[in-house]
């Protein structure tokens, strides 16, 4: 069964630039997948940050953004601030009503 | 002010069975696709399905690890979404969430604050 890939850990020193990718373990990513980006703090539900692949949520800063990178989604953020130390979820629609989570990307900013 | 409040959560035994409500408010919900999403302790989410509007024959879609065990239901009149859970594992022990999907936009973007579910004996 194919799996979403995301890293799960990454880290980002204050005001830099960190690039967070989804992928799959069988093919490529693509907009047909409609990769959504989610941020999620501890003890909160989860927040919409880009959908669509790259359709910033309303009220999301400018610094993040989402793309299509080579075979996978991405979600930059420039200009890394202390609050978006938090982990991230991608989901992908596979087709036929079916989503998929990838497994999450826990951001340090140190 | 958009609300989705989720109910019905609890400690139940391994085989047994559960039923979750999901309440919204602040937007049509009978136009809306409902899905569920699942976390459990220290993990990641994992979708678990989704129910789409009466336009869309209420159809369902369902993650492998529940297809068989857990159903998606709506009534439309109570705002509210449903999922019934039976065969319980351990391994379903997690916070479940309900999720609004805008199926224009491919987006959830309404969360509920969730409901914890405990399968233990």
């Known amino acids: 069964q194919t799996v979403v890939t995301q890293e799960p850990s990454f880290s980002v020193s204050p005001g830099g630039t960190v690039t967070l990718t989804c992928g799959l373990s069988?093919?490529?990513?693509?907009?047909?997948?409609?990769p959504n980006w989610y941020q999620q703090t501890p003890g909160q539900a989860p927040r919409t940050l880009i959908y669509?692949?790259?359709t910033r949520s309303s009220g999301v800063p400018d610094r993040f953004s989402g793309s299509i990178l080579g075979n996978k989604a991405a979600l930059t953020i420039t200009g890394a601030q202390a609050d978006d130390e938090s982990d991230y979820y991608c989901?992908?629609?596979?087709?036929?009503?079916?989503?998929?989570f990838g497994g999450g990307t826990k951001l340090t900013v140190l | 002010e958009v609300q989705l409040v989720e109910s019905g959560g609890g400690l139940v035994q391994p085989g047994g069975s559960l039923k979750l409500s999901c309440a919204a408010s602040?937007?049509?919900?009978?136009?809306?696709?409902m899905h569920w999403v699942r976390q459990a302790s220290g993990k990641g989410l994992e979708w678990v399905g989704r129910?789409?509007?009466?336009?869309?024959?209420?159809?369902?879609a369902y993650a492998a690890s529940v297809k068989g065990r857990f159903t998606i239901s709506r009534d439309d009149s109570k705002n509210t979404a449903y999922l019934q859970m039976n065969s319980l594992k351990t391994e379903d022990t997690a916070v479940y969430y309900c999720?609004?999907?805008?199926?224009?936009?491919?987006?959830?973007?309404?969360w509920g604050q969730g409901t914890l579910v405990t399968v233990s004996s």
């Open positions: 999720t609004r999907l805008t199926e224009e936009e491919h987006n959830f973007d309404y």
């Open positions: 602040g937007f049509t919900f009978s136009g809306s696709a």
């Open positions: 129910i789409r509007s009466k336009a869309n024959s209420y159809t369902t």
């Open positions: 069988s093919g490529s990513v693509s907009t047909s997948y409609y």
């Open positions: 669509h692949t790259n």
């Open positions: 989901v992908l629609y596979m087709g036929s009503g079916i989503w998929m």
